[in-house]
Each structure stands twice: as C-alpha cells, then as structure tokens.
C-alpha cells in the first residue's frame, strides 16, 4: 500500500556533484549540487539547478561556464563541506586543501584530486520557480587514468561516486552490480 | 593524470526511472530513462528528457502529464526491458506483468509494484538538441509504507533503487553509508 507525502523534492538515486565556478575576481569556488543531471545527448548537456542567492549562481551567470566535478567517497568530507559553506564568505579550495586547475576549455575551475571533470559551457539558462537551470553543453570529459577500466572506459567501481539521499541527508556508496542493461530484460 | 575522453555523455551516478505515460488510446506505457532530475525545489519539479521520436513523447506532449517510477533492483529485469522495447509496438504492462494504476492526480497511470512515484504535471517543455526536457511539477510522492524508515521517511536502503551506469551499460545497487550530510564536513 503506497502512502501519500505531498508534493515534495524526492527520488533516488541523486548525485553529489561539485560544481566549479570562478568569482569576478576569479577566485575559484565549488558548490555541492544534488538538483541536476544529463538533458541532451546531442550536444551532450547536462544540467543544473542553483537559487539565485548562491555565489555560484552569479559567477557563473557571469562566466557563462562552470564544471562539474564528480567525487569520490574518499573527498566525502570536502564534498559535505562545498555544500555547506559559501564562497562568499571563505576560499573552499584554500581551506579543504584541494586544488583547483584551470580549464583550458571554458572560463571555469576544475577540481585536480576529483576522479572525473566534465567541462561545461552555459547555452541556457531558464528560470522555474525558486531555481534557475543551467545547461550547460559538455565541451570535454576528463578522467583519472587510474579510474578507467580495463576497456578504456570509466569504471563507476573505480570512480566510487556519492549517492545522495534527500530528506534522510545522508550519503551512500554504489554498490554491487545488478547486470547488464539491454540484456538483463531480453527475456520479458 | 587526467584523460580527455571528448565531448560525451558522461556522469555518475544516473537514475533508472521508469516514466508512466498513456497514449491517444488511453493504454498504459512505462520507458525508461537515464536522463533526468530535480530541478526546483519550490514549486517541487523533476525534468526528464526525451527524444521526439520515443513514443513517450508524443504521450506527454498530448497528455501534459507523466509519472516518474523509481524501480527496486528486484524489478531490473522490467526496467531494462521498459527502456529497450516500445510501446508502439507492443503492450510492456502486459508483457511485463506489471501493473498500471491510474493517478488521481495527473493523466497518466503508475506502476504499482515500484515502491515509489511521482506524479507530474507538465509545466514547460524545452528543446535541447535531439532531446526535449520536460519540466513536470511533482503533485504528489507516493511511497510503499514498508519501505519508510522508523522516522517515517523514506528508507533509500529499503527502496532499494538502481544506478545507471552510462557507457559500461550496466546496473548498480545503492551501497554503503558514507555518512550524513551537513555534519561529514564541519571540521573543515
């Protein structure tokens, strides 16, 4: 029996994604984001949602580009710490001791410990309610060597993302593999 | 050091939702999709993306109205099979077994055995490239009762949800606790 909640921001799995902006002065910052996700495959886009009163919400109205840096559960604590802090008041990079690289791509930093960087220039912005969505087209994916498998590819394994729970606001690991898609429902 | 792998598609974790949708006729089809996410908090929407040429489009371009269904891995099985067949084709509640309820909310029906939905109602539609977003405004969460915690929240351990993984083309189960958000990085 299904019970009722209301309308609300609910639905699993959401990411723990970190997304990289620079200020007017060019001070780099990171901003932990739960509300995005892929929108287009051609181009490849992928989409953000930030309130207005976000610093990163500003730069990168200003800069027109922004990253998205996707963490491993080892940099939980900086990840949780982007989320909290803002920009405005603190250097998250100076004070989490990550290093921030300039992207020779778009008018963004990326973040060097991170395992995969995807580099992102605005080509929307919409606003809905009380957030605004960028869309940004995916200029250039950037992986750790170490992260990708045996194929070439990324091995999400070896990459080890966050998974983010709403309400309960807690943090999971991926976990065992279930099988392989486009196949597992060949037989229904 | 860091791999250029171009311009793709790329970011984990991704979702597997199941989007409920009915067509001209009224008859009940679920797909399911990788590219999507929360996307307001106030009003609650979730956006989706879907290429014109998914029979699902033409659903909610008709209907304004779907519903988003997060699958238990127990129902892998389903899903892939719901993102690989079409419902131009063929009748995937019927084949699948599974069962459509209509929502009271908005004009699409829901997948019964899945612990929880979202009913949404469209409020912008937004052409991206190939795909096309669709912005739905959350109605109503519903959840299976067993799958709430002792808080009476939603338990993401008891949902059991499954990750996308993109490229590899494969499923995950949500893994271990990390830790709880807004507290993991407050010695920082």
Redesign the interface.
């Known amino acids: 029996?299904?019970?009722?909640?209301?309308?609300?921001?609910?639905?699993?799995?959401?990411?723990a994604?970190c997304v990289g902006s620079y200020d007017r002065e060019g001070k780099p910052n990171a901003a932990t984001i739960?509300?995005?996700?892929?929108?287009?495959?051609?181009?490849?886009?992928?989409?953000i949602?930030l309130?207005e009163i976000r610093y990163t919400y500003s730069n990168i109205m200003e800069r027109q580009a922004f990253t998205?840096n996707?963490p491993s559960?080892e940099y939980?604590?900086?990840?949780?710490?982007?989320?909290?802090?803002s920009g405005r008041n603190v250097d998250k990079f100076q004070?989490?001791g990550l290093t921030p690289i300039a992207s020779d791509l778009v008018d963004a930093p990326y973040i060097k410990e991170f395992p995969?960087?995807?580099e992102c220039q605005v080509?929307?912005t919409?606003k809905?309610?009380?957030?605004t969505?960028f869309?940004g087209?995916?200029?250039?994916?950037?992986?750790?060597?170490d992260r990708?498998?045996e194929d070439g590819?990324?091995?999400?394994t070896k990459?080890d993302?966050?998974?983010?729970?709403?309400?309960?606001?807690?943090?999971?690991?991926?976990?065992?593999?279930?099988?392989?898609?486009?196949?597992?429902?060949?037989?229904?």
């Open positions: 029996m299904k019970k009722s909640l209301g309308p609300q921001t609910m639905a699993y799995p959401l990411p994604w739960a509300w995005g996700g892929i929108c287009c495959s051609k181009p490849p886009c992928i989409t949602s309130q998205v996707i559960a939980a604590a900086a990840v949780d710490y982007f989320g909290t802090a004070e989490s995969v960087v995807l080509i929307h919409y809905i309610g009380i957030h969505q869309i087209e995916i200029l250039d994916v950037k992986v750790e060597e990708l498998g590819k990324p091995d999400i990459i993302p966050m998974i983010y729970s709403t309400k309960a606001r807690t943090y999971y690991r991926v976990g065992e593999l279930i099988g392989k898609a486009y196949f597992i429902g060949r037989h229904i």
